[in-house]
């Protein structure tokens, strides 16, 4: 049996895509969140470790049932063995639940803005956390949210919904675009862990992908992310980078060891070009697995020195580890 290692990760990642036997297909979801939205995924696991890959008929790479697993190939060549993972909602071992399909910024890399997607009351929200009780699945709760009419609401919504599903007393974790005072409001209603992304730190970059997107400012989210450490503490706040639209080792270098010296944890994140936005992202390339490794052991290095680790994270992508390699 072949199982799957890092540089076996690196290498499907890189890919980020797998073509699926069709008797495996009637299992799996369409995403609502962030890049991904309205792509079918599976989640592959071997050898300890856990691939997210969307579902593309074009893919060179392969899955294919082989009795009680399956098996990724490549050009003929058997990558790794495995299974799939069932999805609880949007990610193995969490409910993780999209709050708001719809956003009024618009990043280049989201399909979200493209949407009008809808916002899910908390009675739906509340239905889907009570199946998953019922069924035995409930360990964790993951929220994110695009941003349906400003952040300050949205924080608001937000929070709400946290207070309602306190109760449950399992850890909560919320990735959504900050907003003054965010961090208290949210660490106030029950929230464990938060995620504010920056997406990326390079100034001509972010200015770029975001460009239009009025009021989201990067130096207010690094603002927000210290502010968070400071409520929430080291370890609980994270932040994604997207790997991929032109940035340079350097760049990511300096980035992480800005954002780990405040005590947040950087996942980077190989860019995923939706459908809908391919004209806008023509210059986005997929990291290679070779670059995927080297900025993942500098990430390593980087948090072991400010005494970080991915490991005491409860709740959404570092407890999932299927989107990156994860330190």
């Known amino acids: ?3 799957m290692d890092e540089k076996v990760k690196a290498e499907l990642l890189s890919l980020g895509t797998v073509d699926v036997e069709p008797s495996l297909l009637p299992r799996f979801r369409t995403s609502t969140a962030g890049p991904g939205m309205g792509l079918q995924s599976v989640f592959f696991s071997s050898g300890g470790l856990r691939v997210r890959l969307e579902v593309n008929r074009d893919s060179p790479l392969k899955m294919v049932r082989r009795d009680h697993h399956v098996v990724i190939t490549r050009d003929d060549r058997e990558i790794a063995e495995g299974i799939i993972e069932e999805v609880v909602a949007h990610c193995p071992g969490q409910v993780y639940i999209t709050v708001s399909e719809r956003c009024i910024y618009n ?5 979200v803005p493209k949407s009008e ?3 899910k009351s908390k ?3 509340l239905a889907i956390v009570e199946a998953a009780k019922k069924n035995g699945t ?3 709760i993951s929220l994110t949210s695009g941003i349906a009419s400003s952040p300050d609401d949205e924080i608001d919504r937000v929070a709400g919904i946290v207070r309602a599903l306190a109760p449950y007393n399992v ?4 990735a959504v675009h900050p907003a003054p005072g965010s961090s208290k409001k949210l660490k106030v209603a029950g929230v464990t862990e938060v995620k504010y992304s920056v997406e990326t730190m390079d100034p001509e970059i972010f200015d770029r992908i975001c460009k239009g997107s009025k009021g989201h400012d990067l130096a207010f989210i690094l603002e927000s992310l210290r502010e968070a450490v400071g409520i929430f503490g080291k370890n609980h706040v994270s932040t994604n980078i997207i790997i991929g639209l032109g940035e340079t080792d ?9 954002l780990a010296e405040m005590g947040v944890i950087p996942v980077l994140r190989p860019i995923s070009i939706p459908p809908l936005r391919i004209k806008e992202l023509e210059g986005a390339v997929r990291p290679s697995p070779e670059r995927l490794l080297y900025l993942t052991e500098m990430t390593r290095k980087i948090l072991r020195k400010q005494g970080l680790s991915a490991r005491e994270s409860q709740t959404m992508c570092l407890a999932c580890t299927g989107c ?3 330190p």
């Open 324 to 326: 990156d390699l994860t």
């Open 171 to 174: 850890p909560i974790g919320v």
């Open 250 to 258: 350097e760049s990511v270098r300096q980035s992480v060891e800005y």
């Open 107 to 111: 990043c280049q890399f989201c399909s």
């Open 138 to 140: 409930l360990t964790v």
């Open 1 to 3: 049996m072949t199982v």
């Open 117 to 119: 997607g809808k916002i």
């Open 123 to 125: 009675e739906e929200i």
